[in-house]
Every structure is written in C-alpha cells, then in structure tokens.
C-alpha cells in the first residue's frame, strides 16, 4: 500500500494575525505546529504500512519552515517526506491548495490511497480533501473514524456520522479524511528522530511541479478573504413574566404566531 | 543552569519529559492507588526506543551513557518516581550482562531488554542480607547441568514482572568474599518463584516482591562472569547505578519544587498570594537551591562515568546520598507549603513525599555510603590536587 498523507503547518495559537492587505494570515512571529488532525492522517497511513506493508509518503505546501512538519513526520512513522514549496504558492485559498496537492500526487504517481485530516484548525473549511479527490478524479469518503479492511484494490471504512456511522467500500486508489476518533497518534521514537534529523526532505518548486501559474497561490484562488471577524454577540430575547400557567399560554401563543405549532 | 548537554541529549530529554507529560501525568495517582505496574507505560517506553538508550548497539541498543540515563529517570521521575524506579530497574538489571557477559549471553539477552519486550531485575538482598550484602544465604550448588539454587531474595524491584534476573549467590561459602556468584535466571524456569507482593510506602507503581528459589536448576552458561566475582561484580554495578538513583531524586524533587511553586503563586492568604511571605519565599529558594545543587552533582558524576574512569565509588556514593536527603527535604517542605491541602491525597506532593524515603535506603543506605566515603578519605590523605 503506498499512501500519500497531506499535512498542514498551522499557527499554535489561536490569535490569529491577518495581513490587511491581502487579507492572508500572518505566518511570521509565531509558533507553528503540525495541524493536529494530520497526526491522526499520519498515524493511520503508519498502521495501514505496519498491516500491510507499503510505503508513507507525507506532502506539505507551505513556505519553507514547513519542513518542520516533515521532520517530525519522519519522526513517527512517514518513510519519506516532499516539501511544496514556491513563493508562488503564497495567498492560496483551498482550490489553489488542492490543484498544488493533486499536482505533487500525480508527480509520486504510484498511490493507492491519500490520507487528509479532516480539516485545519486555522482554515476549518474541510474542503481541501475533497477538492483534492475531484483534481485526481478519484473517490472520496469523509469522516473515517475506522479503516475495517483493505483487500484486492477495495477498502472499507466507517464514516463517523452525527448519530453514530455508516460503513463504505471504495475502490482504491481513493481519498479520505479522518476524525480524531479513528486513532490515538503515537509518539516520536529515537530512532525515528535520529532518522528524521539526518533525512533529506526535496522541495518541489512551481516549475518542478509543472503548475499552471494562473491555478496556484493568490491569482489561483477562486476565493478572496474579505474580511475576519469576530461576530457581535446579539441577545435577542424576551423573558416571559408571570404564573407558570400564563407563561406557558403566553408561550404557545407565540409559538402559533412563529407558525411553528 | 546550563549543562552542555549534546543535541542526541537534548532530544532524548525531551521525548523522555513528552512521554512523562502525555501518558504518565493522567495516570500515576491511579497507579499509585491502585498499586499497579505500569506496563502501559512500559510499551509506551519500548516504542519509544527508551529502553534501547543503556544498551550498546551491537545489541540493537543506542549505546547511550551514564547521562543519557540519568535524563530519561530525571524526567520520568519528575512525573511519577513509581514509573521512574520501574524503567531505572530493568537498565540495572543489564548492567551485569553489559559488563561480565559472554558474547552468547549478551546476544541471548540484551535484544529483548532493549527493544523492551522483556525486562531485567537485579537480586542481592535477603531477609539476613541488607546492608551487610556478605550474609547472604541463597546457595547455588554445583550438580548435573548446571547449579541448584536453594534460598529466598527479599524487596526484589520489579520482582515477579521481570523475566531476566541477576541474582548473587553463594556458591562456596568457605571463600567468604570470594564465595559469591552471579546467575542470570529466568522467570519460569522450575524452582522459581515469587512470594507476596510487599505493600510499601511509596513508589507503589513499582511491583517489589521475594524471590524464592527451591532447588533451582540453572544451566550452567548462566553464570555470569566468573565464580567467586558476585560481590566484586555487585559493587561495581552498583557504583555505576547509583547516579541513576540521584537522577530519580533529582527529577522526584523537582516535581515537587513545581508543584509547591504553583501553589504558593496561586494561594491567596491575607490578601496575598503566599509566595510573597518572606517565610514562603525562604522555603522555595532553598529548595531550588538543593535541587540544582543535587542536579549539578549528579550530572557531574554521570559526566566522570561517562568519561571513562574506573573508579568512582565515591563519587557516585555522594551523588545518591546528596540527591536523595535533598529529595526527603525538598518534598517534605513542598507538603509545608501547600499546607493542609499538602497532606491530602487529591494533590500530587504526599505521594511525593513518600517516594522520596526510599531513595534514601535502597541501593545502599546513606549511613553505608556515608562509611564508604569515609573510607576512601581515611585511604588518601584528603589531598585533592
């Protein structure tokens, strides 16, 4: 099984800077992490090698000091690691991430599987796994909490839904994204680290990924951040005054008036 | 304070303190409580490579030093001592592999303590043999195949969860200090087995148990090193543990330094958090005194082992006698200061308190380290150059 997993370095805090101009976040000055739910993406590639044997590939578009990610993704269970990496990538909104993603899977060529975390806990769209799935034009499932069993180029997997969750087979190769729920991440191993500290992680530049300049960064974003903000908390609100007998009257009424009874 | 640890250092201190954090911390009042052995976190360990750090790497070890030990203990027991003295034993329990092992031993052995799929323990101590390691009574005899043991082994650390033992008997009495041995004995082989598990004050996550040995038939490529070297061997494997044991002091004090600092940060009394008493302020600053100082002490003789010198038993007596009055000290005055909140069992530092006793007793008494310090200063004239 060769399995690609995409990570993500996100900001570690949650005061989130936005560049006025661009209306982009702020990358410098703070601290990074790896986007913690790619650590359970990785975790899960990790053990479907361990199961079945295969290879992890670990992907990030990001500046530069992405490949710490990639270090450290070394580190607990990844076999390899590419950088995605181009100042032409800056601005990009998920559409743009996606094609830049999709662009690298299709230069590793051999993959029977790509493992996103579910969303980034800086973007929280959720969109890039499955705009990723459209650009390589394979299946896509959403929300794995289990992988049950892989055989003869089929997978199965439960997807965890709102009241519990529903079992899917797709044929590989496929996308999928997971949830916290599917694994517990382990954590770095001396000899991973030695490992990682010594490896040599390739960039892959806009040209060595042969991208359409017009698909990637700003002027490859479908979308444009107008503004971020915080939305005003508005109390609206009545408190019903009297007996519980006349407000409990005074509520139906209500409730007809609203239609809703 | 600025140690000049290596980058190989650095990092396995780090993952060792990561490890402590994410899965010792929400557990150790539950071990504690619950007298259990923390294999979870014996596993946890092994797929971190932690055990691989004191063995050499011809044997699938890291080939780390004395150091290198010393951090993973610090930082382990920092968190839990219990869980600290658990991983501390099974790295004793090598040493004498490491040491006086034969190449079939070693390859026979080490593999598995290092990838952590088996344990190692270390027995000498009897109900007659404490301090005075030479009244030990467990008898190997020579017979066909090997050596009969006969006899019982007492607070065996790990005892009962190990499967790889070093145990010292007597194997011709008469030789008196020339009359011991070093067998390596297995869990499971016939005429092995394990008496009650003790109830003991602190470091309950360690399991401590008798070894009771009724006639024992051990092959005879299990002795290790060679007859009549037991108490020679033993002194030197425990010259070269006790730095880990000052580490477990160390790391246990600097817990309850921590804890007794946030408290007094956040503990409001006359209007005032308590760390601005003057008294309050006493009691921290020298605490933190004492634990640097045992700190700095510790590494320093870890620093010499590692350096490559052949004697050290003084050196290596101070650092656990220091470390582990400091260790007594700095928890007991961390229940001090978080008062009668101290002395309940829902705040970390009386478990504290109660790991600390034992690092002043095991591994030799301070009395009996204090005597062989003495020793070595009645033998020179106490000049330094």
């Known amino acids: 099984m060769n399995i690609v997993v995409c990570l993500k370095q996100v900001p570690g ?5 936005i560049d006025p101009q661009t209306n982009t976040l702020v990358r410098q000055g703070i601290k990074n992490i790896v986007n913690p739910f790619d650590t359970y993406a990785l975790e899960e590639g990790a053990r479907i090698k361990e199961r079945y044997g295969g290879k992890v590939t670990a992907i990030s578009m990001g500046p530069p000091q992405a ?12 076999d390899q690691a590419i950088l995605l990496s181009d100042s032409a990538f800056a601005g990009s909104d998920t559409l743009a991430t996606s094609y830049t993603l999709a662009r690298a899977i299709n230069k590793i060529r051999e993959y029977d599987l790509v493992i996103c975390g579910r969303q980034t806990i800086d973007g929280d769209t959720a969109q890039v796994g499955p705009e990723l799935a459209e650009m390589l034009e394979i299946p896509f499932v959403a929300y794995v909490s289990q992988i049950a069993e892989i055989d003869n180029g089929y997978m199965r997997v439960q997807r965890m839904v709102e009241d519990g969750h529903e079992v899917i087979e797709t044929p590989l190769p496929a996308v999928i994204t997971v949830v916290k729920e599917i694994n517990v991440p382990r954590l770095p191993s001396l000899r991973g680290l030695a490992k990682a500290k ?15 300049k017009n698909m990637v960064g700003l002027s490859g974003s479908a979308t444009r951040v107008i503004k971020i903000f915080f939305p005003q908390r508005v109390y609206r609100g009545e408190i019903l005054q009297g007996s519980l007998e006349n407000q409990a009257e005074s509520l139906i009424n209500k409730l007809r008036e609203a239609k809703l009874i | 304070m600025e140690y000049f640890l290596s980058e190989q250092q650095k990092t396995i201190k780090s993952l060792a303190r990561r490890i402590a ?32 750090i004191f063995i050499p790497e011809q044997y699938e070890g890291l080939g780390g030093g004395c150091l290198d030990l010393c951090l993973v203990v610090e930082e382990i027991s920092r968190v839990c001592s219990g869980v600290a003295v658990s991983y501390a034993a099974s790295a004793l329990g090598s040493f004498t592999i490491v040491a006086y092992g034969t ?30 390691a030479s009244a030990i009574k467990t008898t190997a005899e020579k017979a066909a195949g090997g050596y009969v043991l006969n006899g019982t ?41 394990f008496g009650k598990k003790e109830k003991k004050m602190g470091i309950r996550a360690s399991s401590t148990r008798e070894l009771i040995f009724r006639n024992c038939l051990v092959p005879e490529e299990n002795m290790l090193g060679r007859e009549g070297m037991g108490f020679i061997m033993t002194m030197k494997i425990l010259d070269q543990s006790r730095p880990g044991i000052g580490a477990q002091a160390v790391g246990l004090a600097q817990g309850a330094l921590e804890a007794a600092v946030d408290y007094a940060r956040q503990r409001v009394q006359f209007g005032h958090p308590i760390i601005a008493l003057p008294v309050v302020q006493n009691v921290l600053a020298d605490m933190a005194i004492q634990v640097e100082a045992a700190r700095a002490l510790t590494y320093a003789v870890a620093k010499t082992i590692d350096s490559g010198a052949k004697q050290f038993t003084e050196e290596s007596a101070m650092a656990k006698v220091f470390a582990s009055d400091v260790a007594m000290k700095v928890t007991t005055d961390a229940v001090q200061i978080l008062g009668g909140a101290g002395y309940m069992r829902d705040y970390p530092v009386e478990k504290m308190m109660r790991d600390a006793k034992i690092t002043q007793i095991y591994e030799g008494t301070n009395q009996v380290l204090r005597g062989a310090i003495a020793s070595e200063l009645r033998k020179r004239k106490a000049r330094r150059e």
Do not use: C, H, N
Not at chain 2, 117 to 124: D, G, H
Not at chain 2, 153 to 161: L, P
Not at chain 2, 167 to 173: A, G, P, Q, R
């Open chain 2, 103 to 132: 190449e079939e031993q070693k390859r026979k052995y080490l593999p598995d303590i290092a990838s952590g799929k088996r344990l190692a323990a270390f027995a000498l101590t009897e109900p007659t043999a404490g301090s005075d």
């Open chain 1, 198 to 212: 010594s490896a040599v992680i390739p960039t892959w530049t806009a040209k060595e990924l042969g991208v359409d």
């Open chain 2, 153 to 193: 082994k007492q607070f065996i650390t790990s005892g009962g969860e190990a499967e790889i033992y070093t145990v010292i008997v007597l194997t011709d009495k008469a030789r008196g200090a020339r009359g011991a041995s070093a067998f390596l004995v297995e869990k499971d082989t016939p005429g092995f087995s």
């Open chain 1, 67 to 78: 490949e710490e990610v990639l270090r450290e993704a070394l580190s607990t269970g990844a």
């Open chain 2, 21 to 52: 954090e994410e899965k010792i911390l929400p557990v150790r009042a539950e071990l504690d409580e619950r007298e259990e052995f923390p294999w979870d976190i014996m596993k946890d360990f092994a797929d971190s490579d932690m055990f691989r």
């Open chain 1, 13 to 17: 805090t949650t005061q989130v800077k």
